[in-house]
């Protein structure tokens, strides 16, 4: 949840930023001085030939005069902004080929970022379901056997982590064979807690980078918006123009990198609560397990007591 509240407070700062921005080339727009008329100084008219001027010639001449400041040139001091000079390409690679060279790197490292996320869900999906039926599998074991020799008859050349907590509860017996049977229970649990940690340590691998995506690629995202934000204006700077039609490409491409960063981060923390939920129902199976093994030892405890028992009465 706290990653989702930074991802969103992230793609607001971007907006808001950009809309400040958008504000001050509009209001400069807006306060550009009113192209002055720079045609050419009227030239009076030489006298018309009184006998072969027509009296429509006049009225032609009328209704072309008023074209003439439509095509006067730009304002003194501003540069005339052809279409060949825009960018023709707004989809998203053609704005990526557009961009600055440091807007182009965090793309990239926001894509590659994107891509690591969907990697580790494959990877880790398909590993947590094979060890979870492995454990139910293992778990039937336990349950149906009666003796910790029965159990440890049919898991002691497994790999699983089942067969690893009935392989220690078999050696740590062995090793205690001489030994009073009091803390015998208390060692084996010690036992079964650290394979415990240990198979859990292994299959959470590779889940932390998540959590780094989710928290920091809205705000590499924001950084490259920022920047492209910034080269947009100083390009306004170089041009000596305030037309809004310079700096819109350049604000488009640099909202491309927030877009990619949310893009990257929000499945990120989605795709890290839902491995966070499974591995701890795979903990609680192996929690199962480890009480498995306890229960059979605490039997065959109790059965070698037996005897002693009744001989004592």
Do not use: C
Request: hydrophobic fraction near 50%; charge should be neutral.
């Amino acid at each position: 949840m706290q990653h989702t509240r930074r991802a969103l407070s992230a793609f607001a700062a971007a907006l808001v930023l950009t809309t400040v921005f958008a504000q001050v080339a509009l209001a400069q727009t807006g306060a550009a001085p009113a192209a002055p008329n720079v045609s050419a100084p009227a030239v009076p008219a030489a006298p018309a030939a009184p006998a072969v001027a027509s009296p429509a010639t006049p009225a032609a001449t009328d209704a072309t005069a008023p074209a003439a400041p439509n095509a006067a040139a730009p304002p003194p001091g501003e540069h005339a902004i052809t279409t060949a000079e825009l960018p023709q390409d707004l989809s998203p690679w053609g704005m990526f080929q557009d961009a600055d060279l440091l807007v182009k790197i965090v793309l990239i490292g926001l894509a590659f970022a994107s891509l690591v996320t969907w990697t580790v869900w494959l990877a880790k999906t398909i590993e947590l379901r094979s060890a979870r039926r492995e454990v139910r599998d293992d778990l039937r074991i336990l349950n149906s056997s009666a003796t910790l020799a029965q159990a440890h008859e049919q898991l002691r050349d497994g790999t699983s982590p089942v067969s690893l907590l009935m392989q220690a509860a078999g050696q740590e017996i062995r090793l205690s064979a001489n030994l009073r049977a009091e803390g015998l229970k208390e060692r084996i649990a010690w036992q079964l807690e650290r394979i415990e940690m240990a198979v859990s340590r292994k299959i959470s691998r590779g889940t932390g980078v998540l959590a780094t995506i989710g928290s920091t690629a809205p705000f590499v995202g924001l950084f490259g918006t920022v920047w492209g934000i910034m080269n947009s204006f100083i390009g306004i700077s170089n041009a000596h123009t305030t037309n809004l039609a310079v700096v819109a490409p350049g604000i488009a491409q640099a909202l491309l990198a927030t877009a990619l960063g949310l893009f990257a981060a929000i499945p990120a923390v989605m795709i890290y609560n839902v491995l966070a939920r499974q591995t701890a129902y795979y903990r609680a199976l192996l929690g199962d397990a480890s009480a498995g093994v306890m229960k059979l030892v605490s039997r065959d405890l109790d059965r070698a007591k037996m005897p002693m028992t009744q001989a004592a009465e």
